[in-house]
């Protein structure tokens, strides 16, 4: 698929906070942003693996059944 030439205006410290992002996970800052839009217009609904606090939470809170 051929890329095509996109600009954007963004505020100056997003954009650093990004490239410093995206090069900690040695990709390019224009392949994170085409990675964040293709998981949120994909139609698909992936469910991600859940991060180790929402592990840690899991099970803390107790629900019980309401009495009718």
Do not use: F, H, W
């Amino acid at each position: 698929m051929a890329n095509t030439k996109l600009t954007l205006s963004l505020n100056k410290v997003v954009i650093e906070e990004a490239k410093i992002y995206a090069k900690s996970k040695n990709i390019s800052l224009s392949q994170l942003i085409e990675i964040y839009l293709l998981k949120i217009t994909s139609n698909d609904k992936i469910e991600s693996a859940p991060t180790p606090i929402v592990d840690q939470l899991r099970g803390i809170i107790e629900l019980c059944d309401e009495e009718k």
